[in-house]
């Protein structure tokens, strides 16, 4: 793949290095030619100093034939200008925005741009740690929708299938972990004790969800 990067601060630097070590060719743009100073003496990519959103600097790091284009600049407006140019003028079909407002991140989601909310992202990565609320999380996504939770379950659910609670509870069963080893089950696995449960929720989700799971199952076993 030949992706095009604009920003090579520390996110877009780490990013460059990263797709050249996987075997990929970058070429980096910065309006700033000291930020190039980041990506170290065995980049091997191209760099090109000037704006993300100009024509011929766009071109110049082989835009036409990019498969794949990130806005990290340290500025919404360049990154999202930057990101449509890249996939309304020149086609690139994977296109990425950083956003540090999260109310804008969510306009260019439904223009089918997606973006990285980082100052929500990182604000609520920040605050589970501070505040736990009971549930352990392991994971959340970018736009912070989704998350993977350790969900508590009651007793009764031993020996029912793992369809009957994510029937139950409406949700989805991310894996089980079961004697220290991460399993994906399927609707017929059945819960065994000890068993501890994982499963998708969003926020809104969280209490309905560890209601049903941390009570007996409705008619028993």
């Not at 340290?74 to 996939?87: C, H, P, T």
């Not at 909310?117 to 990565?125: G, K």
């Not at 809104?204 to 799971?213: D, I, L, P, R």
Request: negative net charge; glycine residues 10%.
């Amino acid at each position: 793949m030949h992706v095009v990067i604009m920003g090579c601060g520390r996110v877009g630097s780490t990013l460059a290095l990263s797709l050249e070590q996987r075997g990929h060719s970058v070429a980096v743009i910065d309006s700033d030619a000291d930020a190039f100073r980041r990506l170290g003496g065995d980049f091997t990519g191209a760099t090109v100093t000037g704006i993300g959103f100009d024509r011929d600097v766009l071109l110049s790091a082989g835009i036409e034939r990019a498969d794949a284009f990130a806005a990290v600049s340290s500025g919404d407006n360049s990154n999202i200008i930057s990101a449509r140019v890249a996939r309304e003028t020149f086609g690139v079909e994977r296109v990425v925005a950083r956003i540090y407002d999260p109310k804008r991140a969510e306009v260019y989601e439904r223009l089918g741009i997606p973006t990285v909310a980082t100052v929500r992202w990182t604000a609520d990565r920040m605050l589970r740690h501070l505040v736990p609320e009971g549930n352990v999380e392991i994971w959340r996504d970018p736009t912070s929708t989704v998350s993977i939770m350790e969900i508590p379950m009651h007793p009764d659910w031993i020996g029912r299938s793992v369809g009957d609670l994510e029937a139950h509870s409406g949700t989805r069963l991310a894996y089980l972990m079961r004697f220290g080893l991460a399993m994906l089950p399927t609707e017929s696995t059945v819960i065994q004790d000890g068993d501890l449960a994982f499963m998708l929720v969003t926020d809104e989700m969280v209490a309905s969800v560890t209601k049903v799971t941390g009570s007996a199952p409705e008619g028993g076993h």
